[in-house]
Each structure stands twice: as structure tokens, then as C-alpha cells.
């Protein structure tokens, strides 16, 4: 499976593909507000605001390959971090 699951109670997040060749990453959660993407060295690289949404996709086919750190806050308040590899 090429995908990244999170679970937290109730809440599940699937990120693919992961690992991701081109840098493109399809999100899908519930009730998405926003996303912030991080690089190994826990500096922020991008952010975006969503109104309710369940689909998402980030672009990192500008960025060297690596390793990224996806944070995704919810409506409700809940957060998942997810760990995304660009090859």
C-alpha cells in the first residue's frame, strides 16, 4: 500500500502516494482547515487555508527530495502530522 494512514480516534487521514516521485500528494481527511508542510529541519515551507474540505493536494515537485512533515488541523480542533518522502 503506498499510503500513509493516521488514525486518532475517530479522525483518519490517507496521504498518497507516499513515497511521491513527482511531488504531488493527494490528502484526504474530514473537515480539512488548513495544511502546513515542513522540512526535515522543522522550518515551514508552505500553508494553505481551507474552507471545509475533504481533498487536498500539496506540491513539492519544486523542492529537493527529502523528507517533509505534513501538519493537517481540522475543524473540530484535532491535528495529524504525517511523514511525506519526496524521491
Known amino acids: 500500500d503506498w499510503s500513509s494512514d493516521v488514525c486518532s ?3 483518519r487521514v490517507k496521504i498518497f502516494p507516499n513515497p511521491s516521485i513527482d511531488g504531488f500528494c493527494r490528502i ?5 482547515k488548513s495544511i502546513e508542510i ?3 529541519s522543522g522550518s515551514m515551507i508552505s ?7 475533504d481533498i487536498a493536494e500539496i506540491n513539492l ?9 505534513i501538519r493537517i488541523m481540522f475543524n473540530d480542533s484535532n491535528s495529524s502530522v504525517i511523514k511525506v518522502i519526496k524521491i
Open 28 to 32: 484526504e481527511g474530514r473537515d480539512i
Open 47 to 53: 500553508g494553505s487555508n481551507f474552507s471545509i474540505t
Open 38 to 40: 515542513y522540512n526535515s
Open 61 to 69: 515537485s519544486k523542492s529537493p527530495g527529502g523528507v517533509y512533515f
Open 9 to 11: 480516534s475517530d479522525l
